[in-house]
């Protein structure tokens, strides 16, 4: 097998643009509750082995709240991230290796990134503590999206189109294993053979309905913002034409998640498909079985709405190697947070859960290769927000659209910061604003990502980092 290709790159210079997002409503993450998000941008520069040069952009919300939970301040752990941003910049420009992106990505996330994240780790304060390498993961991801952007631009084609043996030089056997046992072969096999053939141009749209989101007017406070959006969850379900609902519980107050549940999943608001997130606030299994048992006996057409959970237990899989199946019994079982990579979803696999939530923030070249190696072995996949605006939401929805999810996408920017993306939405106005329940990628061409970039009018801040 060849070891190069004339189309190969490198990146070789980087900017990093920090976008502070104000929140019309708050968001509650596990146990915190947050009203604003830095989303970091990178324009990352990439040359090929003939010295052509093309552009690329990635972005991701600094979601620190679910990538660093804990008791202590958020401020902290937000300037680490941003911290991390600057100098993971500097080390992507200076990172002297050509290859197809997934090579490349794959490669620096292996090797680079947790030496650099080791290093810093030792410079930080006891408050924030030590970063968790899932937080390292979005800051890493951002580059990692740029770098795939560009490699399409330079080439003018679509990047999902080159995911296969005429692009790449290593099939998935350098960089996957099958489960012990298992029968899959990653020999000869490329990302292209696991993606759709036809990816659909729109998808079913899930709504976030958060722990602190108002289901009626019972639970208003008075403090909702009157700026011409929704409020109430009924409301969002008239203007949105909204089929699936994803509902944040807490994990330590049965008869509240019994209770959400059951409010969320009234009849009033239509047969919907439901989905229950823990956000790794879960101790126990027996505390997710209590409630799936309960609820199944009190109503058996609510129970079966449930399509999936999502990630009850705490996110560390190895330090909590919790068996897991016989919560996968009543209702399939997705690993989020605990999916790093595909290492984690094998050993979650072996514990007893059924599927993945695949999200750009942990690296598109980590999220193609996970993919990979959940479909090679039957588990089944969703591709869940990270409240993703402006240009985060194309890598975002693109990934929906080609791994063959469940059930749509979940896309929870309109709901929180519609404002933040209106420059992006007037070039992608399908992706921006859920119509008949779902959005559309009709508008996703050309290059890359196919974003458009050039096209959309929006005035950035002097960049944080220039490498």
């Known amino acids: 097998m060849s070891t190069t290709k004339p189309t190969d790159v490198r990146p070789v210079a980087v900017e990093l643009f920090f976008l502070p997002v104000r929140m019309r409503v708050p968001i509650k993450f596990g146990h915190e509750t947050v009203d604003a998000i830095t989303c970091a941008r990178a ?55 050509f290859g197809h992106p997934i090579e490349v990505g794959h490669d620096f996330v292996e090797e680079t990134l947790p030496r650099l994240l080791k290093e810093f ?100 406070t008075g403090r909702e913002p009157e700026d011409g ?63 799936l048992d309960r609820l199944r006996h009190d109503d058996a057409t609510l129970f079966g709405r449930i399509l999936y959970v999502e990630q009850p237990f705490p996110y560390d899989l190895e330090a909590h190697p919790m068996d897991v199946h016989a919560v996968s019994a009543r209702r399939p079982l997705f690993l989020d947070e605990s999916a790093h990579d595909w290492r ?32 090679a072995h039957g588990m089944d996949l969703m591709v869940q927000d990270l409240t993703n605006p402006m240009l985060a939401m194309v890598p975002h929805a693109l990934l929906a659209a080609h791994a063959g999810t469940m059930m749509g996408v979940e896309t929870n920017a309109p709901q929180f910061y519609p404002e933040a993306s209106l420059p992006e939405a007037e070039v992608h106005p399908g992706l921006y604003r859920r119509r008949r329940g779902r959005v559309s990628l009709d508008s996703v061409r050309g290059p890359g990502f196919g974003a458009r970039v050039t096209e959309i009018v929006r005035r950035l801040p002097l960049p944080s980092a220039s490498a």
Request: neutral net charge; hydrophobic residues 45%; aromatic residues 10%.
């Open 344 to 375: 984690l979803v094998r050993f979650g696999r072996e514990l007893g859960w059924t599927g993945v939530a695949l999200k750009t923030c942990k690296t598109q070249s980590g999220a193609l290769l996970s993919l990979c190696w959940a479909k």
């Open 43 to 97: 324009r990352l520069t990439v040359r090929g082995r003939d010295g052509r040069e093309a552009e690329g952009w990635g972005e991701t919300p600094l979601s620190v709240t679910w990538a660093w939970p804990s008791a202590g301040a958020y401020e902290p752990r937000h300037c680490a991230m941003k911290e991390f941003c600057i100098r993971l910049a500097h080390a992507w420009a200076a990172h002297d290796a």
């Open 229 to 291: 959006y929704p409020v109430l969850l009924g409301d969002w379900i008239a203007r949105d034409g909204l089929e699936c609902l994803k509902i944040k519980l807490r994990g330590n107050d049965a008869a509240w998640d019994r209770a959400r549940l059951e409010k969320v999943g009234d009849s009033r608001f239509g047969n919907l498909l439901l989905s229950a997130d823990f956000n790794c606030t879960v101790a126990d299994p027996a505390y997710v079985i209590e409630i």
């Open 121 to 220: 780790n030792r410079r930080l304060p006891a408050d924030p503590g030590p970063m968790p390498r899932l937080a390292a993961l979005i800051c890493g991801s951002l580059f990692d999206l740029a770098l795939h952007d560009a490699y399409g631009v330079l080439h003018g084609v679509p990047v999902y189109d080159t995911y296969s043996a005429r692009w790449m030089n290593r099939d998935l056997a350098a960089f996957l294993e099958p489960a012990k046992g298992a029968a899959p072969e990653f020999r000869g096999k490329y990302p292209a053979d696991f993606l759709a053939a036809s990816p659909p141009v729109s998808l079913p749209a899930w709504h976030l309905v958060g722990g602190v989101d108002p289901i009626d007017a019972s639970e208003l």
